[in-house]
Every structure is written in structure tokens, then in C-alpha cells.
């Protein structure tokens, strides 16, 4: 117990170590939350541009975009995609990192978002769109007031699910020497040697941001379902 | 009020829909009848463009819309309800909010007026105290009744029935049709396309026989039940009744 308490204080006591950990969440939080931004918003646009295209046989150039997109994303790991946004895309100009992880996680979540998005547009029933249509709603008007709130309803597990993933996976943003909640870690390991206190720790903080997101998303299905009840 | 002329419609291959010409007058109550497969429910479609016809003119209210603009068809749709078999309620809103969407939000009335609006057809309707129910709670036969509260909301001048009772427990299909015929009584131009040969004796100022794609026969229903003529016809009564 009493090697415990000294570890603690060897690594986040001494020097202000723990302010590694906290300034490194504030960076995890800050490339997480305009990432699952950038993720969503693109993701719905494509979701849309290949639900219509499926559905109308419109947009046959941007529907063909989408699908490059989601292919060269889908088939490259995260990791070599931060490098290559980094060094290559950004290589010549001096710009801040966390931009520069924002964007790449951003695009990357985006192609997931969209095939989760467009998974829910398609397993709505015809039915509730002709309705919608046959009481003269155009397509859009359908879409925006009939579909989506369902479709997003049906995906919504889904999507949570993909915001955990892409929070768990800024930790590979030190690749790009970002110093995120991981790199925080494993700065203090760096300097005391030791492994167990701050990696454990970092570890427990990813878990429990975790715990409360799949907490909170919960409620919101909960009352999402209200519409279910018999 | 919708003449139809020279209207075919195929599906890939398969011809559904065989040069059907046809006139239907306001305040007419045309009840279509057929074995499955026949096109009756694909005629019905393609006259609110559910289905784009493959060749032919329907004309509505004066104005030719198999050319019609998308802005135009969603214009003429307001004056064309339709009603589903499987009724196509919106799940995720009450039934208050599934009566009035459309006219909000196509700008044809205010929210208040929507509220009221939807208070007096769900009177009608005989639902009065499910206005705040979403619709998984209701059974099929209500479900259908605000299908069609739903489409009255937008006072359209023909309704449009796609086999409005085939989903229904047998216990359920007469509040539906009791409904219709006040809906008939009231003066709506209606086509209906049903197997309730009951409904069409007794509501239906005509009713039309199809098959293979084409209306092979039409009359007044007491003609058309007690002296049918083509033996397709013949046929397919003595199979039902």
C-alpha cells in the first residue's frame, strides 16, 4: 500500500506531472468533440447523397465521389491516414496539430457515420415515404420530417458506438506529437520509469468517459423509445 | 374530373398495365375489383403518380400530369389522399402530429389550425381521445381511420383506397368501411381498390372488373353483380360469393 501512495506521488505529485494527464484529456476532448462534429456532418451528407442515389437514381457524380471516399477511408488504417494528412497533405505549411488531427479523425469517422446513416435511411419501410410523398411532402420535406428522425432513432446505438471507437482513437494522435491523454501517459512513464501508475490511470480515464458516454446515450434511447410503448 | 387515356405501364419486362382508358367523374364512387395481379392497385398508383406511367395521359382536374414537374405533382397530390394497406402511419409522431404534418408543413395552415382541424376529423373519425397516442398503440382498424383522417386533413378532392381493409382482422374491417360510406355520403369522389364485394354493392355508384391489365368489364353494381357478362368476370364472382 505504502509502494502505492509513493508511486502515485513519484509520477503525477512530483514536478506537477499530473498536469500532463489533465492538459493531455483537455486535447483527447477538445480533437474527440469537434471530430465527432466534422464526422457527423459529412456523414450525413453522404449518407443522403447515396441514399437519394439509391433510392431516385439521382446524383450519379457525387454518389460516385462518395463511394471513392468511403472506399480509400474504409481501406487505409487511421494511423497512416493522420500521417499522411499530416506530413504529406499539410507537409509544406506550418499549421496546429490538433487542426490537423481534428480534420483526419474527422473524414475518417465520417465514412463510418455514413454507412451506419445510410444503413438506417434504407431499413425504413417504403411505405412511410410514399405516405409522406402521397400527401404531397416533396422529397425533402419527406426526408428531413419522415425518414431521418426514424432512421437516426434505428442507428443511434450505432452511432454511439462509432463516437466511443473514434474517442479511443485519438490515443494514436502522438504519432503526429500531439500530446493527447495517451502521450500524457506515457510522458510521465518516460521520466519516472515506471509503467504501472500512469498507464493503468490513463487507461481508467478512457473508461470512464466510456462508462458515461454509453450512460448517457442510454437515457436518450430510452426516450427515443417512447414513441414504442404499446 | 380524371380521364385517363391510353395508359400502360410496364415493370422491366412484364407489362402490368395494357392501354387502359377511362373517365371518372366528381362525386363518383368507383370500387375496382380483380384477382391479385391483376393491375388494380398499380392503375390506382399511377393516377397520384405513385408509379410514373410508362406511356398514356392522365388527366386531372383539367391538366395533363403524366408531364407534371416535380413542383407540379407535389402540388397535385395535396388534392389526391391516398390511403395504404398497411396503413403507413408515422411511428415516430402522435397521432395529433401524424394528422398535421403535411398541411404545416407545406404552409396550408398554421399549427393552430392543423390542431383544430385534426380535433374535428379525429371526431369524425370517432377517435377523439387519441390525439396524444403515438400510433403503435392503437389496433389496425384506428390505425387505418387516422390513415384516413390523416388524408382528409389536407381536403383533397378524390381519395384514393389501396386495398384499405386486406391488413385488418375480420373484426376490424367494418369500422373501416362504415367510415368509408360516410366518407361516400358526404359527396367524395372515390376510387376504391377492395376485395369487400359487400362495400361494393352497397357504396359503389360503379364498379370495374380487371385482369391481365385491363377493365374487362364495368356497371352500376346491382348489373354488375346479379348479370355479370365476360366469363373472366363470371369466374371470379362465383369464386367469392
Known amino acids: 500500500m505504502n509502494g502505492l501512495i509513493e508511486d502515485f506521488k513519484q509520477n503525477f505529485l512530483e514536478l506537477d506531472r499530473w498536469k500532463y494527464l489533465v492538459n493531455g484529456l483537455g486535447t483527447t476532448l477538445l480533437i474527440t468533440f469537434f471530430a465527432v462534429i466534422i464526422g457527423a456532418v459529412l456523414g450525413f451528407v453522404v449518407a443522403i447523397v447515396r441514399s437519394t442515389h439509391d433510392k431516385t437514381g439521382k446524383m450519379k457524380v457525387l454518389n460516385a465521389i462518395c463511394k471513392v471516399y468511403l472506399t480509400v477511408i474504409r481501406g487505409t488504417p487511421m494511423v497512416v491516414q493522420l500521417l499522411i494528412t499530416y506530413f504529406v497533405i499539410f507537409g509544406s505549411v506550418n499549421i496546429d496539430k490538433v487542426f490537423v488531427a481534428v480534420l483526419a479523425f474527422g473524414i475518417n469517422s465520417g465514412a463510418y457515420v455514413a454507412e451506419i446513416v445510410r444503413s438506417g ?62 502521450k500524457g501517459g506515457d510522458i510521465i512513464r518516460s521520466q519516472t520509469f515506471s509503467a504501472f501508475m500512469p498507464l493503468i490511470t490513463v487507461a481508467a480515464i478512457y473508461l470512464i468517459m466510456v462508462m458515461t458516454l454509453t450512460h448517457l446515450v442510454g437515457k436518450l434511447e430510452r426516450r427515443l423509445a417512447q414513441s414504442d410503448r404499446r | 374530373m380524371i380521364d385517363v387515356k391510353h395508359l400502360c405501364k410496364s415493370f422491366a419486362e412484364v407489362e402490368v398495365l395494357k392501354d387502359i382508358n377511362e373517365t371518372i367523374e366528381q362525386g363518383e364512387k368507383v370500387v375496382i375489383v380483380g384477382p391479385s395481379g391483376s393491375g388494380k392497385s398499380t392503375f390506382l398508383r399511377c393516377l397520384n403518380l405513385m408509379e410514373k406511367p410508362t406511356s398514356g395521359d392522365i388527366i386531372f382536374e383539367g391538366k395533363n400530369i403524366t408531364q407534371a414537374s416535380e413542383h407540379e405533382m407535389n402540388k397535385l397530390r395535396q388534392r389526391m389522399g391516398m ?67 390523416r388524408s382528409l386533413a389536407m ?87
Open chain 2, 83 to 149: 390511403v395504404f394497406q398497411h396503413f403507413n402511419l408515422f411511428p415516430h409522431l402522435t397521432i395529433k402530429r401524424n394528422i398535421t404534418l403535411a398541411p404545416v408543413k407545406l404552409g396550408l395552415m398554421t399549427q393552430a389550425e392543423a390542431d383544430a382541424k385534426a380535433e374535428e376529423l379525429l371526431e369524425r373519425v370517432g377517435l377523439p381521445d387519441k390525439a396524444n397516442e403515438y400510433p403503435s398503440r392503437l389496433s389496425g382498424g384506428q390505425k387505418q381511420r387516422i390513415a384516413i383522417a
Open chain 1, 121 to 182: 435511411i434504407m431499413s425504413i419501410d417504403n411505405g412511410q415515404f410514399e405516405a409522406g410523398r402521397s400527401l404531397g411532402l416533396s422529397y425533402r420535406q419527406t426526408m428531413i420530417s419522415i425518414i431521418i428522425p426514424q432512421a437516426f432513432k434505428t442507428v443511434l446505438p450505432a452511432l454511439a458506438n462509432e463516437c466511443i471507437v473514434l474517442l479511443k482513437e485519438t490515443s494514436v494522435a502522438g504519432y503526429i506529437a500531439i500530446q493527447d491523454l495517451t
Open chain 2, 155 to 241: 381536403n383533397p378532392d378524390v381519395m384514393l383506397f389501396d386495398e384499405p381493409t386486406s391488413a385488418l382482422d375480420p373484426e376490424m374491417v367494418g369500422e373501416v368501411l362504415e367510415l368509408m360510406k360516410q366518407l361516400a355520403e358526404d359527396g367524395m369522389t372515390m376510387v376504391v381498390v377492395t376485395h369487400e364485394m359487400g362495400f361494393a354493392r352497397e357504396v359503389a355508384s360503379r364498379v370495374m372488373f380487371m385482369a391481365d391489365g385491363r377493365i374487362l368489364e364495368q356497371n352500376e353494381p346491382k348489373e354488375f353483380f346479379a348479370n355479370p357478362q365476360n366469363q373472366r368476370l363470371k369466374d371470379f364472382l362465383s369464386k367469392i360469393i
